[in-house]
């Protein structure tokens, strides 16, 4: 395979070079962004778009870049944002990258140079089964890649390139931004939507070709503080009510079936996350996911039952659930805008792919930004095995996204009758 040849010849040598830069995030950190690492591919980011002619491309102070590709049509149609973020996750090295291409794989073992002990096998790696004949990207054993999220960043700026190129490909304003710290849970935190000044939205930060992703977890916090009855031990007979003992109850009585550890799909759990006390009082931490609003409230009124159930056998004691939102499920927000899912599901189409429709078992920058008021599904970038010395990419599938973003922007582009 010559780079050279094909339809979008930047976006693999694009990809390299964002990917050899270390922008790991820090969930320690205090600061903004949390690593100020990740503003050199902020920078970069924006240098490259204005050599292109975005003569509005930004990046501020906390790492974030906005840019516009103008609108080349005269009808007034909605402006359109495509995002990715920028950092990668810190719970696996990501300095020194090596990226490297397994040209034509054909289900064989890729075995990692720089430490052969990371092999990538396809009994572990079903999706690769897809991938024959296709050419891989890795990391060589010792990193991640980063292909989360930076095959998103590099095809977003193929794209932009492309269009730039092709002036015959109608669309309207077609806003860029890449964010910092998605993986530490802050990548919206100082978004400035203003500036950004977009009706709808599209994170591409998706695994699998085709997938388009309207649905994330809605989530909230729970935490129950126990006060138990407290006693010198030597005299506690019949009078202690130890807190500690009471946490323990609780937890023991929580429901297998709605663990993590016992569901998928669309099924939500309760799940205590931390426990901490002494005799006299305790707390327990939990998380509640589930798809729905009312899922989360049943699964807290089972947490208050079981509370009160335990609690009814130390009379001197008393326990308080309180619940704190985290964030909601974006398919609330989505389904007021039908258009967004509907053309991401025609944009994959229309690259010769059926479309997949699915749901993340957790949250995204889209779904903060969907409750923002800047409706955001999620589209396919291409990245497996992400947070792994061995995640992988491939080249066919990075083209076929900056297809989808390309075709997204020619459907907007259209006028509605
Ligand atoms: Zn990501």
Redesign the pocket.
Known sequence: MSLDENKYSSLIRRFFRYVRIDTASDPESLTFPSTEKQKALSRLLADELREMGIADAYSDEFGYVYATLPSNTAEKVPVICFC??IDT?PDCPGNGVKPIIHENYDGRDLVLPDDLSQVIRLSEHPDLAAQRGNDIITASGTTLLGA??KA?VAEIMTAVEYLLNHPDIIHGDIRILFTPD??VGRGTEKVDLARLNADYAYTV?GETLGSVENETFSADGATIHIKGVSTHPGFALGKLENALKIAGQILAALPHALSPEATSGRAGFIHPTGVSGIQEEARIDFIIRDFTTEGLVEKEAILQQITDKVLSGFPGSSAVLSVKEQYRNMKEVLDQHPRVVEYALEAVRRAGITPKLQSIRGG?DGSRLSFMGLPCPNIFAG?HA?HSKQEWVSVQDMEKAVDVIVNLASIWGQPVE
């Open positions: 990715s973020h996750s989360d999220n998103g998605e993986e930060d995204t990245e992400f």
